[in-house]
């Protein structure tokens, strides 16, 4: 019994063994479950760009970019360019043009045509945000070697050429003698010759040489369309008035602008040309009861007011029959005046137009009279061209320092809008009192010395011991932005190197040169880099007229030296106030490279210079 039970048990177990193994056989007969296929590289960047474009529709531009070159890295070639590009666009929507350049670090020269195109336009916007005309211009003219038709193709040299003349003319005299490129050259020099003389004989005589040299360059109808716009003589107004404060307060600073207008006048014309200039001072009387007798007395163009109260009262007096250039700017808004003026401000140092003086109130919205012109020596204009060379430098995070009160306001608020809109960022402003000697609290705070040295006193205690301890600044500026006078100037770059800053540039406006070279006190802002008037930066031979106002008022002309140059360019922009209005120039003037901007003012692109051993040094390599 027992053996038959062990076979039946032994039977039963080869009867499961063999179940088991025809259930593995037919299982292995069966179809295997199918995994989803991977999705092909046109679907996986498809899907990228679905990503993308929700983040850059929900506000994200910088998570677009992202997403975008994210993709990018293993997306096979054929398909990187279109994601690159998208990266570029998203960066550009994001306000980043330094990131979009960083997608986008060069044109391959095997991408499609189209792609190529596209990314040249690119790149030339981003060089343009980051405030780099010479690059954006090289830019519009690749593009424009690619474009598929004439209006593209006119199109993109039309950029460039706007590009470029947004560069002073020596420094495009200095590239165009340093390229190799013939086709790059020959743009170089005709802006060279555009930017360096001013409309009329001069122009003409310009554009013509340059003619002569490349007659077959693809610029060339554009040599003889500015021959026809450029080169024909222009007329000075039949007669001349001059609203300046003579007597007071502001005497000194009317005096010097007269008298650069005056020397103009009698430098470049000869007597049968000069036209008659009434000279009416502005103590004596309200500018628009002077402006209603310059007009009754015959003037065709009214020069001044120059103090901004007075520009001021005129703009809200009504309807002016006669243009005027002003010789200062109007608030953002067109001002009133005000029922009583203010006590007097202290005249500004370094031969600067007068503070703001006098309150004033707001129209509202109402826009400034259709022929009155604004032009002066505004500071902000020299704080936002300060930005654009932070920007060019690649200083993207920089410090500011500037003294106490309205005019330190606006300077500080002009850099830091334009850095913004270039790219950068103002990691912390310091405020210095004028006057001061020592300004070590502001700078220590400034450069965050306080807050290393309270982390060495928390170590101290709690280690219990005394510490060797050298202070460290920040690390998160690139640059210094400095707003100050001579005199505190010379105090502040010392004191910045001691305070560990020494090796962060520091970028001025031309308020830290007196005007004349003084090597021996301007040894301590060796290093600074400032932007300041050709009047007083290009060679003399560029100027002649300045030596011989030197001459004829030495002592004033050292004081004032630019608001002797302001008169000189109120006299010779006169004849050209319509072209600039069409859009002609900028033109080479005393004060800057001269142009026309929003509501008729008058905006000025400056020089650059270094102070080296306590002279300034022109920098050539900057615009």
């Keep these: 019994m027992l053996g038959r039970g062990r076979r039946r048990g032994q039977a039963h177990a080869r009867a499961g063994t063999a179940l088991l193994a025809l259930a593995l056989a037919l299982a292995a007969c069966a179809p295997a479950p199918r995994r989803a296929p991977a999705p092909g590289p046109e679907a996986a960047v498809a899907a990228a760009e679905r990503e993308a474009a929700a983040r850059l529709a929900a506000g994200d531009a910088a998570g677009a970019a992202r997403r975008y070159l994210e993709a990018a890295r293993t997306a096979p070639p054929a398909l990187r360019p279109r994601l690159l590009l998208g990266a570029a666009r998203a960066w550009l929507a994001a306000g980043r043009p330094r990131e979009a350049l960083a997608a986008l670090p060069d044109v391959p020269p095997d991408w499609p045509e189209a ?58 005299r200095y590239l165009a003698d340093a390229t190799a490129d013939a086709r790059l050259r020959g743009w170089l020099e005709l802006a060279a010759a555009v930017r360096l003389h001013p409309p009329g004989p001069a122009a003409d005589a310009a554009l013509a040489e340059w003619l002569g040299r490349h007659p077959d360059h693809e610029a060339a109808a554009r040599a003889r369309a500015l021959r026809e716009t450029l080169g024909a003589p222009r007329g000075l107004p039949r007669r001349l008035a001059l609203l300046l404060p003579l007597s007071g307060p502001y005497a000194e600073a009317g005096r010097a602008v007269r008298d650069g207008f005056l020397a103009a006048w009698y430098a470049d014309l000869a007597p049968e040309e000069r036209p008659p200039v009434l000279v009416l001072d502005t103590a004596t009387a309200p500018a628009p009861a002077l402006y209603r007798r310059a007009v009754a007395e015959g003037a065709t163009l009214v020069v001044g007011p120059l103090r901004k109260e007075a520009v001021a009262a005129l703009a809200a007096a009504g309807e002016l029959p006669v243009p005027v250039l002003a010789l200062n700017r109007l608030p953002p808004s067109a001002p009133k005046p005000a029922a009583a003026p203010g006590p007097a401000p202290e005249p500004a140092p370094s031969g600067e137009a007068p503070a703001p003086d006098g309150a004033t109130t707001a129209q509202g919205d109402d826009a400034p009279p259709a022929r009155l012109y604004q032009f002066g020596l505004a500071p902000e204009d020299e704080a936002a061209q300060a930005a ?69 006193a928390r170590l101290s205690r709690i280690l219990g011991m005394r510490l060797a301890f050298e ?80 001459a004829l008022w030495p002592e004033r002309a050292a004081r004032r030296p630019r608001l002797f140059a302001l008169g000189v360019d109120a006299f010779r922009i006169a004849p050209y106030l319509a072209d600039l209005e069409a859009g002609v120039g900028p033109l080479p003037g005393a004060t800057g490279d001269l142009a026309l901007g929003p509501e008729r003012t008058v905006v000025r692109r400056l020089r650059w210079a270094r102070f080296r051993r306590g002279v300034p040094v022109p920098a050539d390599a900057a615009p």
């Design 471 to 550: 202070p460290r600044r920040r690390q998160d500026a690139d640059a210094v932005f400095l707003a100050a006078f001579p005199r505190e100037a010379r105090l502040l770059k010392p004191q910045l190197d001691f305070h560990h800053a020494a090796g962060l540039p520091v970028l001025a406006t031309s308020h830290v040169y007196a005007g004349s070279p003084d090597p021996e006190r301007d040894r301590d802002l060796d290093g600074v880099l400032f932007c300041d008037l050709p009047w007083l930066l290009d060679p003399p031979e560029r100027h002649p007229l300045r030596a011989r106002i030197a």
């Design 388 to 456: 654009e060379r932070a920007a060019i430098e690649g200083w993207t995070d920089v410090l500011v320092l500037v003294p106490q009160g309205p005019w330190g306001e606006r300077v500080r608020a002009a850099f830091e809008a334009r850095l913004a809109e270039l790219g950068g960022a103002v990691p912390e402003a310091g405020v210095y009192a004028r006057g001061a000697t020592d300004f070590a609290p502001v700078l220590r705070a400034l450069l965050n010395l306080d807050e290393s040295a309270a982390r060495r």
């Design 115 to 172: 792609e190529r195109l596209e990314a040249h336009r690119l790149r030339a916007r981003a060089y343009a945000e980051a405030g780099n005309p010479l690059e954006s211009a090289r830019e519009h003219l690749a593009a424009a070697a690619l474009a598929p038709d004439p209006a593209a193709r006119a199109a993109e040299e039309d950029a460039a050429w706007e590009a470029l003349l947004r560069l002073p003319g020596p420094y495009l």
